[in-house]
């Protein structure tokens, strides 16, 4: 039986006239796209745009709620009430779902943006409001969980599709939530360093931490990040790589 995994990307992260990463070239590697939702970067041209392209390249449209934090790009941690992440979350999937339609598509999948993402895999009661009010929304759909963390277990409870991942170009620490940026190695850049270590990720059945420390998890699908320079030739690095590792690419 073949080996198969998913490649998704964050996208759609331009706003008005400032443009953010390659999108047409990602979306000529990955399966899913994660497209930004007008909240930490995005806006309605965008969305429409980058759901046309990733529709006409046969990828996945999810979307990608994170804080109404244009200026920190979702980064900064922001305290809300239940009720706030609730209607945050519906209001940014309502967005997407609508402009998928509107090009003849669908959102399939939604992930957790940045600062947002990150509260979530540390608070399985910040997971379950977030991912409650999206299957509130649409029953269906799959939602991307940082694995072995508390989205997956929230997930799971719920009894909800659902898809683990893992990131090509962030470092872990032993609890499999991931190093802070700015500490040293944090953000990995190399994209043969990266390739390396997702396949032998993969290999292993779970995530390698920092330290070494084998973390097994269900992983579904890898992340790269699409703001970086060095995002396009990641994503082509490690696709080539995990093809030549017996890898189909097809989305989850």
Same mark, same amino acid.
């Given at each position: 039986?073949? #080996?198969?995994?998913?490649?998704?990307?964050?996208?759609?992260?331009?706003?008005?006239?400032?443009?953010?990463?390659?999108?047409?070239?990602?979306?000529?590697?990955?399966?899913?796209?994660?497209?930004?939702?007008?909240?930490? +970067?995005?806006?309605?041209?965008?969305?429409?745009?980058?759901?046309?392209?990733?529709?006409? #390249?046969?990828?996945?449209?999810?979307?990608?709620?994170?804080?109404?934090?244009?200026?920190?790009?979702?980064?900064?941690?922001?305290?809300?009430?239940?009720?706030?992440? +609730?209607?945050?979350?519906?209001? $940014?999937?309502?967005?997407?779902?609508?402009?998928?339609?509107?090009?003849?598509?669908?959102?399939?999948?939604? #992930?957790?943006?940045?600062?947002?993402?990150?509260? +979530?895999?540390?608070? /399985?009661?910040?997971?379950?409001?977030?991912?409650?009010?999206?299957?509130?929304? $649409?029953?269906?759909?799959?939602?991307?969980?940082?694995?072995?963390?508390?989205? /997956?277990?929230?997930? #799971?409870?719920?009894?909800?599709?659902?898809?683990?991942?893992?990131?090509?170009?962030?470092?872990?620490?032993?609890?499999?939530?991931?190093?802070?940026?700015?500490?040293?190695?944090?953000?990995?850049?190399?994209?043969?360093?990266?390739?390396?270590?997702?396949?032998?990720?993969?290999?292993?059945?779970?995530?390698?931490?920092?330290?070494?420390?084998?973390?097994?998890?269900?992983?579904?699908?890898?992340?790269?990040?699409?703001?970086?320079?060095?995002?396009?030739?990641?994503?082509?690095?490690?696709?080539?790589?995990? /093809?030549?590792?017996?890898?189909?690419?097809?989305?989850?």
């Amino acid at each position: 039986m073949a #080996k198969t995994i998913d490649l998704n990307a964050d996208m759609g992260e331009g706003f008005g006239p400032w443009k953010m990463g390659n999108d047409a070239a990602l979306l000529d590697v990955v399966s899913s796209a994660n497209i930004a939702c007008g909240f930490h +970067a995005g806006d309605a041209d965008t969305m429409a745009q980058t759901m046309q392209v990733a529709l006409e #390249k046969g990828v996945g449209i999810g979307a990608h709620p994170g804080f109404a934090d244009l200026q920190g790009f979702g980064r900064r941690r922001i305290a809300l009430s239940d009720a706030e992440l +609730a209607h945050m979350v519906t209001y $940014q999937l309502g967005a997407a779902a609508a402009m998928a339609r509107s090009v003849g598509g669908e959102v399939r999948h939604l #992930k957790l943006h940045g600062a947002l993402a990150n509260m +979530a895999s540390e608070s /399985e009661a910040m997971a379950r409001v977030c991912y409650e009010a999206a299957l509130k929304v $649409q029953p269906d759909i799959i939602l991307m969980v940082l694995t072995a963390t508390a989205m /997956e277990a929230v997930a #799971k409870d719920l009894g909800c599709a659902w898809a683990g991942e893992i990131f090509a170009d962030r470092a872990y620490n032993d609890d499999a939530t991931l190093v802070t940026r700015g500490t040293p190695g944090a953000v990995i850049t190399d994209p043969d360093v990266a390739a390396v270590r997702i396949v032998a990720m993969l290999e292993a059945g779970g995530i390698i931490a920092q330290s070494g420390k084998v973390i097994p998890c269900q992983i579904d699908t890898i992340c790269l990040h699409g703001d970086g320079e060095s995002a396009v030739p990641m994503a082509r690095g490690l696709r080539a790589k995990l /093809e030549l590792s017996g890898y189909d690419i097809h989305a989850f």
